[in-house]
Structures are given as C-alpha cells and as structure tokens.
C-alpha cells in the first residue's frame, strides 16, 4: 500500500462522510438561531468531523476551537492546572477516567434538560452502569472503543491471533508493539485476574502482588518487543512501515487501516480485552455553557454525524441507527462475531485510585528494565 | 522631512503639522523630558539599556526554572480546591531512595556524552574542510547548503530519519537493491536511530563553533610546524586541535546540554531499551497525572547533574588550554 493509495481513499472516505453530513437533515437550521460567541472543545483527532463543524459554525455563528489531545493523563493534568476557571468547555474523557476528573471537582454533571439530543445515543452506552456517579450523568457518549489484537493478515494467521499469547511469541519478537499501561490490564486478565481490579478493592496486598506479577512478565518478555507505543498514529505508521506485523491497538486506529485497505485484521483473543466509551464531558466552570450544551445537542443530533465519526476515527459510534450510513467494509471494521465480544468487559473506575498507584510505577519500572 | 527640519523639529521650531511623526515626538516635551533624563549619565544610560535583557532573563529564562523549582518543592501541584500546599522535600528523596531511576537518568547522561562525541568526530571533518579547503567566495554556499536541513522543524526531521531507516525505508531499499540483504535490517526503535537521530538535529550546533575556531586558525602556523618538519597528524594534534579546543568546548557544551534534554526524538526514534530520563519525567507530567511535584523534582535534578558535567568538561578544557600554553 502506498501513500498515495491511503491518501486517496481518506480523501474519498472524507468526501463520502462531508457530503452525507451535509445532506443531513437540517438539525441546526431546526434548532439554533444564530447566537455567536465560541465553544472550546478538547479532543481526539476526527472525533469533530470537519463537515459537521462547518455547518455548525456557518448556521450557529458558533466558533468552534478544537485543541487536540492525545492523552487522558495529560488532559486531566492541563484541566486541573486551569481550575477552577478553565479556559476549556468540552473534553473527550473516557468513560474509566469520570472518577479522576469528579473527584478533584473538574467536570460539571450534564443537565439532561437541556441535553435534548440525549435520546439519540443508544441505551447500551447511555443507561449503562458506569455513566452514572453520584446519580449524575457526567458525559455524553460518542465513540466506543476497544483493546485489541491487531495482526497483518498477510503474515500472521486468524488462528495465532486468537491468543494474547502470540503477541509475546518468540515467532514474532521484534515485530510487536504495545501500550505498557494499557497491556497490565490486559496481562493480569491473560492471568486470570481482575484487570479492573474490583475485585481487590478489600485486598491491597493482593492486588500489589498482582501488579507486580503482571509487571515481571513484561520485563521478562521486554527483549521480545519493538516499541512501546504511546498513540494510535504511531502504531499505523509501524505497521504502514512493515516494523511490526502485530500489536496490541485500540480498535478505532486498526479499523481505519483496514478500511484504507491494509491487510490488517483484529481480534478480542479468548484471554479477554477491555472496552471503554469516549465521552464528551462539560468542564466544571467552563467560560461558555450555553454554546457547550448548544454544540453538544448538535453533534448528538443526528445518526450521520456519528457515522462520520466512525468513519474518519475507526471507533464504533454510540448513536442510535448509525450504522446504516456505513459501507460494508466500514461495517466489518467496526464489528467483531459474537463469540469474541462475549470476551470483552468495559474498564471500570470504582479501584482506579489504588490500580494507577500500583501500575504506574510498575510501568515506569518496565520502562527502566 | 529633511535633516534640517528634523533638528528644527527636535528643538521645537518647526509647527507640529509640518513635522513626521519622528520629528513631532522628538519635538514633543514629555518625550523630551525623559529622554534627557534617562540619558543624563553613563550610568542611566547603562540602566536603560539593561532593563530589558534583564527582565527578558529574568522572566523567559529564569521565571519558568523558579517556577518549577517551586513546583518541585510543594507536596502537589495542581493543587484540588480546597487543599492546602505544604512544601517538601519529599519529590527529590524518590529519585534518590528508588533505583529504579537511576538507569534512565545516567542511561542519558552517558547517551549525551556518547551522541557529543559521535557528533564531534563527524562534524570536525566538515567544519575543518569548509573553513580551511573551501574558497572564502563558496564557503557560504556550502553552509548554506548545510543549513537547509535546519529550516525545517525537529519533528519532521525526526520523521525524516524515520522514513530513512525504517523497514521499508530508503537505507533498506538501496541495500536491498544491491543484494546484500534478503530481510530488512531493524534499524528502527533502538539506540542506533535514536543516536542517528540526535546526531542529526544536533550537528548544527557542534559545526559552528568548530567553524568558526577553524577559520580564525591562521595557516601560517601549520606552514611553520610544517617546515619543522611536522608531519600531517603531529600538526594536526599538536597545532590544529589545541587551538581549537574553545570551539570544541563551545561545541561539547550546546550538544551535550541539548541532548539530555531531548523527548520528542527518543519517544518517536528510540526503543523500549532505550528510555531516557525526559521520558521518564514526561510520565508524571502525561501519565501520572497528579504527580507534577515529582516530574519538577526530576527535571531539576537532570538541569543541576547536566550542568555539574559541563562545568566539569569546561574546567577540563581549560586545564588542556593552559596545559598547551605552558
């Protein structure tokens, strides 16, 4: 695959999803008269489509300034060194993260009220267990993602791929990449423990050792790894440059390698991964609430918008009906068979505290091994 | 306005609307006030002219490093509202109490001394060829030429290294071509790329100074080492090098201080064996989240050890300076 070629497809893929969110139905036009000012939004790259921020700010009057982010640590770090008087109104945190961000009184709960658009996010997402806290919804969900095993299908098969076990294969050293931080989840659950663990909370001495096991068998298997990686770009550049030829990723970057026609493939191997929702979130004291709640009920306004999401950040929309908007291919690389979501659960908040005290120092030690 | 109507003007005799805008200030008598008072001495003048390098100094140099060093010293930062900030020594005894950062922190002292002197080695030749074999008429063409790489960013020169020597990149292709390999070597993500790395972004910095000690050289005194009948290495070693050991120390410095300061280049170029101590710092700015005061302890630690190694290599060099002259 050439440059040209991605270049090319994304080109059209873009075109596709500009157009279709164009021809949507006139969301905005119904529902907002021009009311100017700005709205300051913090997010992931593609998760604004350009097409829907043109039209939102052509008809709303509304500027739209996104600040990108790459991480959730450093977002909470640039939030809370701003509080309490933020210059932000809209962050992307992760659905995992909510506790971080409440507990230091960085984020505002969403009113529902005034959240119209509400209804169209599906239930699974929006009435799950871990979007409610304190009985206060506290984002939106956008975008849902999850950890997987992604291979090139030209060189490794379907079959070696339906185990963790392959990534830290001796067939394979050198040719792999990971995210330290993320694979300690996934390493305590290939052991058979509790990645969120939950189930610790009563047992810090337990989930310490647990840390530290999952901790030795990183730097055991450190001499078997390329790269560990830190973004999802970073990894499609790996793989585009044949450095690697399977890796753990988030599903979001694989699949939109796979729809620009790499041979890629991804699987939740048998072991079990961890899946996680992108949400918008309200900042607490943000400068602009009104253009926050105004932006948010237009993006959440229509299945397109969250197709063309999907379709320019690989992720899998949380909005009602969205699918249908997808090409075929798009659909495959956003769906997994049954038996292999069977293996997935979502990260969980309640052991965050006492998991990222025990693991970050761990991955730091990995780092240093 | 000519000359005469601008005196004229400066003293007050020309109509304000006759005047430009220079001329009118010059004429205008607040302006004119301050002006005699703040040059009425040597010493007022001295104090206009250094107010603002000072504050330049004080606010873009020195206010960010207090800052930090602050930071460094209070139990945490950003501080949650509603929580008081205590000050601690507690962020540099981690460094000190846990091992487990001794490795990145002298993995990158001995990276920047060994990237310095990589860099030297390679740039000597160059800087020697440009200020002694090139023609004066063509030297700022070819250093111009040299230059041209560093119009552009460090990060797309990363990538540019990155696209170089990756498994699909050129340095693999041509070797490839030629038949000496079946399989892409891996250059990538280890210590060779990171280290081709900042050789490249740092070389500009190593070849000025030993550019510009090279060619104030005069090479009449190569002529007469020669005519004692010094050979080609003796004159080089004994003559050459001494007397442009200011330009090597000018040139050591800037790499080294650089080079252990490095994120970005090892993050993209480097491997996992190869995490460097900005790395390490950046993890309690990026990952940890709440752990700033830990991250500025570190950072300070790195900024006291790298100088503590530069005042030591130019004390160094000072003794060889004095050592050649005696």
Redesign the interface.
């Known amino acids: 695959m050439t440059k040209l070629i991605l270049n090319r497809r994304k080109f059209l893929s873009t075109t596709a999803a500009a157009g279709a969110t164009l021809a949507s139905p006139a969301y905005l036009r119904r529902a907002h008269a021009q009311q100017g000012g700005e709205v300051n939004i913090w997010t992931y790259n593609d998760f604004v489509p350009e097409a829907f921020k043109e039209q939102f700010q052509d008809e709303t009057g509304i500027k739209v300034n996104v600040r990108l982010v790459d991480?959730q640590?450093?977002q909470?770090?640039l939030l809370?060194?701003e509080?309490?008087n933020p210059t932000v109104d809209i962050m992307t945190v992760a659905g995992h993260r909510f506790l971080?961000f409440i507990d230091?009184?960085l984020l505002a709960p969403l009113d529902l009220d005034r959240l119209t658009s509400w209804g169209n996010i599906n239930p699974t997402f929006s009435e799950s267990d871990w979007s409610t806290i304190n009985g206060e919804k506290w984002g939106a969900p956008i975008l849902s993602g999850m950890e997987v095993l992604a291979y090139n299908s030209d060189v490794v098969t379907a079959e070696e791929a339906q185990t963790w076990d392959t990534l830290f294969s001796d067939q394979y050293a050198?040719q792999n990449a990971y995210i330290i931080?993320d694979m300690m989840s996934i390493v305590m659950l290939m052991m058979g423990y509790d990645g969120n663990m939950v189930a610790y909370l009563d047992d810090p001495e337990k989930a310490a050792q647990i840390v530290e096991e999952a901790k030795n068998f990183l730097i055991e298997n450190?001499p078997k790894?390329?790269?560990?990686y830190?973004g999802g770009a970073?990894f499609q550049?790996m793989m585009v440059?044949?450095?690697i030829v399977l890796g753990h990723s988030w599903n979001g970057p694989a699949a939109a390698l796979i729809n620009d026609g790499f041979p890629l493939g991804m699987t939740i191997p048998q072991e079990g991964s961890y899946g996680f929702v992108y949400t918008y979130n309200i900042a607490k004291n943000c400068p602009n609430p009104d253009n926050a709640y105004t932006f948010l009920n237009a993006i959440l306004g229509s299945p397109e918008i969250g197709a063309a999401m999907t379709k320019a950040s690989g992720f899998i929309s949380t909005y009602k009906d969205s699918s249908q908007y997808l090409t075929d291919l798009e659909k495959k690389s956003t769906s997994f068979p049954d038996e292999q979501l069977a293996n997935l659960q979502f990260f969980r908040s309640e052991a965050n505290e006492m998991k990222?005290g025990l693991v970050?120092?761990a991955?730091?030690?990995i780092?240093?091994? | 306005m000519s000359y005469d109507a601008s005196a004229r003007a400066a003293r007050g005799t020309v109509p304000a609307s006759d005047a430009t805008f220079w001329g009118r200030l010059a004429g205008w008598g607040p302006y004119r006030a301050m002006a005699s008072f703040t040059t009425a001495s040597p010493r007022r003048q001295f104090i206009v002219l250094a107010v603002f390098p000072i504050l330049w100094v004080l606010t873009q140099h020195l206010g960010p490093m207090v800052q930090m060093l602050r930071v460094s010293l209070t139990d945490a930062y950003p501080v949650a509202p509603g929580v008081e900030q205590h000050l601690t020594i507690e962020h540099y005894l981690k460094f000190f109490q846990d091992p487990l950062f001794w490795q990145p922190f002298f993995r990158t002292l001995i990276f920047a001394g060994v990237f310095t002197f990589c860099t030297l080695i390679l740039t000597y030749p160059v800087a020697y060829f440009l200020a002694r074999h090139v023609s004066p008429k063509n030297r700022m063409l070819l250093l111009l030429l040299l230059l041209i790489p560093f119009w552009v960013g460090e990060i797309v020169r990363t990538y540019a290294i990155m696209i170089l020597l990756g498994n699909t990149g050129a340095v693999n292709l041509v070797l490839k071509w030629f038949g000496l390999i079946d399989r892409p070597i891996p250059f990538m993500y280890t210590s060779f790329s990171m280290g081709v790395g900042i050789v490249y972004l740092t070389a500009l910095y190593m070849l000025l100074p030993l550019y510009s000690a090279l060619e104030k050289l005069p090479k009449s005194l190569n002529e007469a080492a020669a005519d004692l009948g010094a050979g080609a290495w003796t004159r080089f070693r004994r003559v050459t090098l001494p007397l442009t050991i200011e330009g090597i120390s000018s040139g050591c410095t800037l790499v080294f201080l650089i080079s252990t300061g490095f994120y970005a280049t090892p993050v993209l170029l480097g491997g996992p064996s190869t995490t460097v101590f900005a790395e390490t710092i950046a993890g309690f700015f990026h990952v940890a989240g709440t752990q700033w005061p830990t991250g500025a302890a570190f950072a300070i630690i790195m900024f006291l050890a790298a100088l503590c190694i530069t005042a030591a290599f130019q004390r160094l060099m000072t003794m060889l300076r004095k050592g050649d002259k005696t």
């Open positions: 991480d640590g450093k909470f770090s809370a060194a509080a309490p971080q230091s009184d050198g931080q450190k790894v390329r790269k560990f830190d970073e550049q440059n044949q450095d990222y970050d120092p991955v730091e030690a780092k240093a091994a």
